[in-house]
């Protein structure tokens, strides 16, 4: 029986390996079609993490008041908040020059509350960008963008 689980995984497991094929973005609306590509990135991201031994703690973390985490993840002994963003196209730049500095305020909010909700261990932790290329006819492309930002100099703020 552990075979097949094993078996599975693998299969399961390449995905980051094939051509990703999503429906075509005439035959889904606008709102929908964005959810499913951030969906897909995020499971990408996810699988890319796993695959470089890092373990997934939690995704799509909100903050009671306000702030969110695409990805809360274990890397060795650091806690990290990353944000995923993923293209379908490469006309509009890097998915990662889309993280702005409001983007930036609202992941250190949701990193601030999750550290809160851990009574405020003394942990290392840094915040990634995820980017995820989804290109048609092409393979998926997941880059993890390491310190891609840092907490303002007097620390977590609000």
Same mark, same amino acid.
């Given at each position: ?15 980051? #390996?094939?051509? %990703? ?48 985490? #695409? ?8 806690? %990290?908040?990353?944000? %995923?963003?993923?293209?379908?196209? #490469? ?10 500095? /409001? ?13 809160? /909700? ?12 995820? /980017? ?27």
């Amino acid at each position: 029986m552990n075979w097949i689980r094993t078996a599975w995984f693998r299969w399961f497991d390449r995905e980051l #390996d094939r051509i %990703v094929k999503l429906p075509s973005r005439d035959s889904i609306e606008t709102g929908e079609w964005n959810r499913l590509v951030g969906e897909t990135g995020e499971r990408l991201a996810g699988k890319q993490i796993h695959r470089r031994g890092g373990k997934v703690l939690f995704r799509n973390f909100r903050a009671p008041k306000g702030g969110e985490v #695409d990805i809360v993840y274990r890397d060795e002994e650091t806690l %990290v908040f990353a944000e %995923v963003k993923t293209r379908t196209s #490469d006309q509009f730049g890097r998915p990662g020059d889309a993280v702005d500095r /409001e983007k930036e305020r609202l992941i250190i909010r949701g990193a601030n509350a999750w550290l809160r /909700e851990l009574n405020l261990p003394s942990v290392l932790f840094r915040f990634d960008v995820i /980017e995820v290329f989804l290109l048609p006819g092409k393979q998926v492309e997941v880059k993890i963008n390491k310190d891609a930002f840092t907490t303002p100099q007097r620390g977590l703020g609000e």
